[in-house]
């Protein structure tokens, strides 16, 4: 089952913060964050761990939240190149011996104006 | 190599025809995944391969879509008797295995499928 995320799409302006919001009905191995660009392939950004800790990636930084199976992403002080559409991708027990896989969200729409 | 690759990057073919998309991951990387991206979508699950184990195949959306990975490594997906809403961007990925997860995944640029 691919997780739920939200807000759909944001709008902020340059310096403003956003909260993306990513849950999930299956237990979770870990949380993965990725943006992507227009026309771009998706680029990763961090990965979080069962054990509820918090990460960072410059000014954007995530929290894991294993017993809720949510996931948050902030985006601190947001500049132009915050904007493209982020994805959390959730690593989830696999039907048979592949092991955990991972799963996307429908994403986020980020536009950072000047 | 230095990064996923996948070929080709366009593909234009005519509904009904057999189509075989390629992916080459970053050596050494034991994941694979194959995701479908439809214009302004999200990333839809299909396939995922992790070493020698069967493959989870349960995003497949019908039997006219298979893959295949030989050796580990190169994986090819294959759609038979094409139908527009196949029309989308394959990519794919790759990732290593470390205590039990999968570590960050790396994708390729995708194969852009146009069936006309």
């Known amino acids: 089952q691919q997780p739920v995320q939200s807000p759909q799409a944001v709008i902020l302006r340059e310096g403003e913060d956003a909260v993306i919001n990513c849950s999930s009905s299956k237990a979770l191995y870990s949380v993965h964050w990725y943006r992507q660009k227009h026309g771009e392939a998706p680029v990763f950004l961090m990965i979080?761990?069962?054990?509820?800790e918090q990460k960072g990636h410059d000014k954007i930084s995530a929290s894991f939240n294993e017993k809720k199976q949510q996931s948050s992403l902030y985006l601190t002080a947001s500049q132009l190149s915050y904007s493209g559409t982020y994805f959390c991708?959730?690593?989830?027990?696999?039907?048979?011996?592949?092991?955990?896989?991972?799963?996307f969200g429908g994403g986020t729409r980020v536009l950072v104006k000047p | 190599g230095a990064g996923v690759s996948q070929s080709p990057s366009n593909k234009v073919t005519e509904k009904g025809k057999d189509v075989e998309l390629r992916c080459d991951p970053i050596?050494?990387?034991?994941?694979l995944y194959w995701y479908r991206q439809s214009l302004g979508q999200g990333l839809e699950f299909l396939i995922y391969?992790?070493?020698?184990?069967?493959?989870?195949k349960s995003g497949l959306p019908s039997d006219r879509f298979s893959a295949e990975r030989t050796g580990g490594s190169v994986s090819t997906l294959t759609i038979q008797r094409t139908q527009q809403e196949d029309s989308a961007v394959y990519l794919c990925a790759s990732s290593l295995r470390a205590q039990g997860r999968n570590t960050e995944a790396f994708f390729g640029q995708g194969t852009r499928l146009t069936v006309v």
């Open positions: 979080l761990l069962k054990g509820g």
């Open positions: 991708g959730t690593e989830i027990w696999s039907v048979g011996a592949a092991g955990n896989k991972l799963t």
């Open positions: 391969f992790q070493g020698n184990s069967a493959p989870d």
């Open positions: 050596s050494g990387h034991t994941a």
